[in-house]
């Protein structure tokens, strides 16, 4: 015997279903479950059919009360840079008035909403724009004449002086990574998290110590590690004499293969840096190069390393094996 066999008692039953709350749709689920043996997400299926959207229990997503300010809130997320929701909801009261100036005035409702909205509310809103990101191809080739020589780094550097660095390359190819093109050299400081970026030609070692050793003279400290992956742009013989032969040699290590946790805190500038500014096209003239390098060192970097809040966790401990 099956609940579908009883048209007029199945629509008594929607009704029923549509009216109560959680805890009450659970006890009738049951009820009809034990009754006619059906299946649970059947019987879900059947009292549904009829509901309106409206009236459809919501599965998680973003509060509808939170509706009116989707659009300011938006407006003002792509202006800061796209920030996460603990930052948005900083710099929102420092927003708010250029962008009533710009645009229309916030009715008293709306102002209130954004007095009270709350980080996690902000990226429940923002999730859709956020997944609508592309993603760019893997330009990473292993290098495997210096795997022996530098030793693998299995863990984050704990290190408080400023100094070490993590290093990451990012490729302009477009759809495909034929021929040569215009790559990006990102690279993040552990202790203070000051980026720097710089572009080069193609994956050749000389513009890749060149870059680095420019990276060197820009920093705001000395030099006194690098870590990046292993792909060949890094490790080659090059870069290797430049970092070592020297009066106080620069400590170098790898991460482990395909495990980008390795370099964390690079690998999450990498959307902040190359490609919220360059986006995922293909940069195949040379001549491009020059134009990029001047916008990383004297507008780019400039804005992130010093307006640009950046959040860090502030301490770690261990409970058991978590």
């Not at 997400?41 to 509808?64: E, F, S, T």
């Given at each position: 015997m099956k609940l579908l066999s009883f048209p007029a008692h199945l629509q008594r039953l929607r009704t029923r279903y549509a009216s109560r709350g959680k805890q009450g749709r659970s006890r009738l689920l049951d009820e009809l479950c034990d009754q006619y043996h059906d299946s649970r997400?059947?019987?879900?299926?059947?009292?549904?059919?009829?509901?309106?959207?409206?009236?459809?229990?919501?599965?998680?997503?973003?509060?509808?009360r939170y509706e009116p300010i989707h659009e300011v809130i938006e407006?003002?997320?792509?202006?800061?840079?796209?920030p996460c929701g603990k930052r948005l909801v900083e710099a929102l009261p420092l927003w708010l008035p250029h962008d009533a100036k710009r645009f229309d005035r916030l009715l008293p409702c709306q102002q209130s909403l954004l007095a009270e909205v709350s980080a996690a509310t902000l990226d429940r809103l923002l999730a859709e724009q956020r997944a609508r990101g592309r993603r760019g191809l893997s330009g990473t080739r292993p290098g495997s004449l210096l795997r022996s020589q530098i030793p693998l780094q299995g863990e984050v550097w704990d290190e408080q002086r400023p100094g070490f660095l993590?290093?990451?390359?990012?490729?302009?190819?477009?759809?495909?990574?034929?021929?040569?093109?215009?790559?990006?050299?990102?690279?993040?400081?552990?202790?203070?998290?000051?980026?720097?970026?710089?572009?080069?030609?193609?994956?050749?070692?000389?513009?890749?110590?060149?870059?680095t050793r420019d990276v060197e003279e820009t920093l705001p400290f000395a030099l006194r590690g690098l870590d990046f992956d292993n792909g060949s742009e890094w490790m080659n013989w090059t870069l290797m004499r430049h970092l070592?032969?020297?009066r106080a040699p620069v400590q170098v290590t790898r991460s482990r293969p395909y495990h980008k946790e390795d370099n964390a805190h690079v690998e999450q500038k990498n959307w902040m840096w190359p490609r919220q500014w360059l986006g995922y096209g293909r940069l195949d003239d040379p001549a491009v190069v020059p134009l990029v390098n001047r916008v990383y060192q004297e507008a780019w970097g400039s804005w992130h390393n010093f307006f640009l809040p950046s959040m860090k966790l502030r301490a770690k401990w261990r409970e058991e094996r978590r």
């Open positions: 997400k059947h019987a879900i299926k059947l009292l549904r059919q009829d509901q309106p959207p409206a009236l459809r229990p919501r599965r998680g997503g973003a509060p509808p407006r003002i997320w792509k202006a800061a840079e796209q993590e290093a990451d390359s990012g490729a302009h190819c477009g759809s495909s990574l034929a021929g040569d093109f215009v790559w990006s050299l990102v690279y993040t400081d552990i202790a203070s998290t000051w980026t720097e970026g710089r572009g080069v030609w193609n994956k050749g070692a000389t513009g890749g110590v060149t870059q070592q032969l020297r």
